[in-house]
T-cell receptor
Framework: GAVVSQHPSWVICKSGTSVKIECRSL??????MFWYRQFPKQSLMLMAT?????????EQGVEKDKFLINHASLTLSTLTVTSAHPEDSSFYIC???????????FGSGTRLTVV | GQNIDQPTEMTATEGAIVQINCTYQ??????LFWYQQHAGEAPTFLSY??LDGLEEKGRFSSFLSRSKGYSYLLLKELQMKDSASYLC??????????WGAGTKLIIKP
């Protein structure tokens, strides 16, 4: 089945630094990648939607200059959290929709802790 | 507006049957997804309903009524490993997923 590889699975960084999270579709082409954030005991919150080769569409309230998304190819999308602060600590998950067929495949998630 | 409603928490006994309901309102509607999410892990796909009716997959079944904007996930022969959050998500006509807050299912021996 379709697999999305997400790295790193967890990261601890100092406040003010940047962190890059990578999602790679291993055996299919992902035309659209969704980036979510999930706080403890809450549901998924969509941050942005990116289509290969075009700028990401950010949800209301999500700072595009802080959360940089690059979807340069049909198999790779990255989320960079710039100038991270403790309130950015969360579980970040990517999800890809394949070029063909239906369904959404999730990455394994990245636990970000900013200290 | 777009909205997905599902109960916050349910409790059931090992070996029993539980039904998790979900009602939805979306801008256009393509289909309804159910995902399972264990604590600290990413969601995993359970089912996708497009047409009205019941779809069975082993111990898990999912039902959809498009006219009523209603779906349910039915879990049979509950096992302790089924303790998780179950997320209902409607796909609108723009292929965006509208997520419910999730139902935390607690299984007791």
């Amino acid at each position: 089945g379709a697999v999305v590889s997400q790295h790193p699975s967890w990261v601890i960084c100092k406040s003010g630094t940047s962190v890059k999270i990578e999602c790679r579709s291993l055996d299919f082409q992902a035309t659209t990648m969704f980036w979510y954030r999930q706080f403890p005991k809450q549901s998924l919150m969509l941050m942005a939607t990116s289509n290969e080769g075009s700028k990401a569409t950010y949800e209301q309230g999500v700072e595009k200059d802080k959360f940089l998304i690059n979807h340069a190819s049909l198999t790779l999308s990255t989320l960079t959290v710039t100038s991270a602060h403790p309130e950015d600590s969360s579980f970040y998950i990517c999800s890809a929709r394949p070029r063909e067929g239906y369904g959404y495949t999730f990455g394994s998630g990245t636990r970000l802790t900013v200290v | 507006g777009q909205n997905i409603d599902q109960p916050t928490e349910m409790t059931a006994t090992e070996g029993a049957i539980v039904q998790i309901n979900c009602t939805y309102q979306t801008s256009g509607f393509n289909g309804l997804f159910w995902y399972q999410q264990h604590a600290g892990e990413a969601p995993t796909f359970l089912s996708y309903n497009v047409l009205d009716g019941l779809e069975e997959k082993g111990r898990f079944s999912s039902f959809l009524s498009r006219s009523k904007g209603y779906s349910y996930l039915l879990l049979k022969e509950l096992q302790m490993k089924d303790s998780a959050s179950y997320l209902c998500a409607g796909e609108d006509s723009n292929y965006q997923l509208i997520w419910g807050a999730g139902t935390k299912l607690i299984i007791k021996p």
